[in-house]
T-cell receptor, first 110, second 112 residues
Framework: AQRVTQPEKLLSVFKGAPVELKCNYS??????LFWYVQYSRQRLQLLLR??SRESIKGFTADLNKGETSFHLKKPFAQEEDSAMYYC????????????FGPGTSLSVIP | NAGVTQTPKFQVLKTGQSMTLQCAQD?????MYWYRQDPGMGLRLIYY???????DKGEVPNGYNVSRLNKREFSLRLESAAPSQTSVYFC???????????FGSGTRLTVV
């Protein structure tokens, strides 16, 4: 079955420390992986996609097919990174089965 | 360019009341979606519409109905609200799977 797991509900780091939000998935094909972010009182927005291999706001994520992981990383956390982060999986070209993980709430301590 | 607009932003209903959540997008995307967001459960798909005139059930469709009125609008209806439907509801639109969703700002619904 298709599934996305984020083992940490809450993650607290100090400002300037590295941060890693974990995401694992189960899917038999070649999925598209995403990270979405929701800042306080704002709408969900796309942070980055694995297919574009981009770095957004200093965040990067590498797809590891062997470990079926798509962890989100940033070398130096900033206070404005405090938010809810969701990992999501889309099964390739199919548009109807995007699956979200339960989310990780990141708190950056000044 | 508003993207995806949802109304209302907040609503309190009594058990058994009905209401319709409205969603409109100005991006000319074909696909639209309704999700509910609950603590510890992420976002769960209620219904989606791949194109104008089509709708399909998602993971948690019970207690809801949808209408894809035209390409722009996709509404979600609760015929007889229950406390279990207390949640935050998000509408989203999609052009292509690899591009990711554009979300609305959400509707916080409380059923008492």
């Amino acid at each position: 079955a298709q599934r996305v797991t984020q083992p940490e509900k809450l993650l607290s780091v100090f400002k300037g420390a590295p941060v890693e939000l974990k995401c694992n998935y189960s899917y038999s094909g070649s999925p598209e992986l995403f990270w979405y972010v929701q800042y306080s009182r704002q709408r969900l927005q796309l942070l980055l996609r694995h297919i574009s291999r981009e770095s957004i706001k200093g965040f990067t994520a590498d797809l590891n097919k062997g470990e079926t992981s798509f962890h989100l990383k940033k070398p130096f956390a900033q206070e404005e990174d405090s938010a809810m982060y969701y990992c999501a999986l889309s099964p390739g070209t199919s548009y109807d089965k995007v699956i979200f993980g339960p989310g990780t709430s990141l708190s950056v301590i000044p | 360019n508003a993207g995806v607009t949802q109304t209302p932003k907040f609503q309190v209903l009594k058990t058994g009341q009905s209401m319709t959540l409205q969603c409109a997008q100005d991006m000319n995307h074909n696909s639209m979606y309704w999700y509910r967001q609950d603590p510890g459960m992420g976002l769960r798909l209620i219904y989606y519409s791949a194109s104008e005139g089509t709708t399909d059930k998602g993971e948690v469709p019970n207690g809801y109905n949808v209408s894809r009125l035209n390409k722009r609008e996709f509404s979600l209806r609760l015929e007889s609200a229950a406390p279990s439907q207390t949640s935050v509801y998000f509408c989203a639109a999609l052009r292509r799977g690899i591009e990711g969703y554009t979300f609305g700002s959400g509707t916080r619904l409380t059923v008492v």
